[in-house]
């Protein structure tokens, strides 16, 4: 099980961790969908298909902001769920 975060405000450990491994994913897992409805859509010759190539390029794009929000990230960030304090979780250790 993973560190227990605890809220150095507060001292309540209901606390949401914005970590950059979740936008790895998110955006990665978003621009291949997008790839596979893209292609999907360039093989479904029809109306279905014309959204599918919409949806694509939507999801493509989307993945493309999720990356670079991944790649600009350089600090996890935490919010205490409890108090809404706002902080950086391994530097307020052992206070
Ligand atoms: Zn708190």
């Known amino acids: ?34 790839a596979a409805l893209y292609y999907l859509g360039y093989l479904w010759q029809s109306a279905i298909g014309g959204f599918s190539l919409l949806f694509g390029v939507c999801f493509f794009a989307l993945g493309i902001v999720f990356i670079l929000l991944a790649l600009t990230h350089k600090v996890d960030k935490a919010t205490c769920k409890s108090c809404g304090f706002k902080f950086t979780p391994g530097l307020a250790d052992n206070g």
């Open 1 to 34: 099980m993973a560190n227990q975060i605890q809220c150095p405000s507060c001292k309540s450990f209901k606390v949401k961790v914005d970590d950059r491994t979740r936008k790895w994913r998110l955006g990665i897992s978003m621009t291949l969908l997008g």
